[in-house]
């Protein structure tokens, strides 16, 4: 079945680590996507990537690093940077074609700094 | 700026219409997405309107008005199974890029007996 899966459902942090959250989806989508959910904050654009070796800076970029080394995968590295890293992250991809909009969803990473 | 505006909260009942609307300030805009998000869950696409008009898929419609920039999600018969956060979504441009999603804050519909 195709779909997209983030990896790990949950993960604990300590202050000053990095870690990675894993995003894979095998729909053969371009464009996928990084979001920030916070209670009452709605999804917040963290990074995207329109093609294999090559990503944009979301709207709160600061504190996160990806990379897009295959078409399938996208990781996100949530940096000691990054000062309130605690929150829901989604992972989304769709195709990037003008008139569409459906983008699919992981199941999300719930990160908690300890 | 580019946003998109919709009502924090709203509570129906079982059985009620109820209307979430949206407001969007976005450049090159496409049309407009709803999405669906159970709590601690995914968000799912629910519909899109690329034109004026309203489109309807089961129980849900969704309207858009380029002309005032605003659409709805009506819901109708509702269920308690509709109790969910429910984000409107909008394709923002940035010069010659592809583009990219951004979403409303949400709207959590209780849906009560």
């Known amino acids: 079945d195709g779909g997209i899966t983030q990896s790990p459902k949950y993960l604990f942090r300590k202050e000053g680590q990095n870690v990675t959250l894993s995003c894979e989806q095998n729909l053969n989508h371009d464009a996928m996507y990084w979001y920030r959910q916070d209670p009452g904050q709605g999804l917040r654009l963290i990074y995207y990537s329109q093609i294999v070796n090559d990503f944009q800076k979301g709207d709160i970029a600061e504190g996160y690093s990806v990379s897009r080394e295959k078409k399938e995968s996208f990781p996100l590295t949530v940096t000691s940077a990054q000062k309130n890293p605690t929150a829901f992250y989604l992972c989304?991809?769709?195709?990037?074609?003008?008139?569409?909009?459906?983008?699919?969803f992981g199941q999300g990473t719930r990160l908690t700094v300890v | 700026g580019q946003s998109l505006e919709q009502p924090s909260e709203v509570t129906a009942v079982e059985g009620a219409i109820v209307q979430i609307n949206c407001t969007y300030q976005?450049?090159?805009?496409?049309?407009l997405s709803w999405y669906q998000q159970h709590d601690g869950g995914a968000p799912t696409f629910l519909s899109y309107?690329?034109?004026?008009g309203l489109e309807e898929t089961g129980r849900f419609s969704s309207f858009l008005s380029r002309s005032d920039s605003y659409g709805y999600l009506l819901l109708q018969e509702l269920q308690m199974k509709d109790s969910a956060s429910y984000f409107c979504a909008a394709r923002r441009d940035y010069g010659g890029s592809q583009g990219n999603l951004i979403f409303g804050k949400g709207t959590k519909l209780s849906v009560k007996p």
């Open positions: 309107n690329a034109l004026d």
């Open positions: 976005t450049s090159g805009f496409y049309g």
């Open positions: 989304a991809s769709r195709f990037p074609g003008q008139m569409n909009t459906e983008a699919f």
